[in-house]
Nanobody
Framework: QVQLVESGGGLVQAGGSLRLSCTAS????????MGWFRQAPGKEREFVAS????????YNADSVKGRFIISRDNAKNTVYLQMNSLKPEDTAVYYC????????????????????WGQGTQVTVSS
């Protein structure tokens, strides 16, 4: 089992930037795909971005392409989500997630692909 702790959320004006961090412990971080999801009030949790265990491939939801960048530092057991050009519709609780199986190179974009979740961090974008 892996424990995930997110940080970096907050309140920002539209057009601004935030960087979320997620630090993992309890399992070999570098062997697993990592992802970010978000959930707005009254909506289902949705995929935002994911990165394979090696960092060689990344995947982004269409709604954030060109604005959000996912990256990882395996030496620090940390995955990041750099969010630029934020919009009010990006307002949500953002969750970090770790993949179920090690050394997976295929795209992981569904909640069922991930077995461990953080507690979430609130991101609020004001207009």
């Amino acid at each position: 089992q892996v424990q995930l702790v997110e940080s970096g959320g907050g309140l920002v004006q539209a057009g601004g930037s935030l960087r979320l961090s997620c630090t993992a412990s309890g399992r070999t971080f570098s062997s697993y795909t990592m992802g970010w999801f978000r959930q707005a009030p009254g909506k289902e949790r949705e995929f935002v971005a994911s990165i394979t265990w090696s960092g060689g491939s990344t995947y982004n939801a269409d709604s954030v392409k060109g604005r959000f960048i996912i990256s990882r530092d395996n030496a620090k057991n940390t995955v990041y989500l750099q969010m630029n050009s934020l919009k009010p519709e990006d307002t949500a609780v953002y969750y970090c997630a770790a993949g179920r199986l090690p050394y997976t190179d295929v795209a992981s974009t569904a909640t069922r692909d991930f077995g461990s979740w953080g507690q979430g961090t609130q991101v609020t974008v004001s207009s």
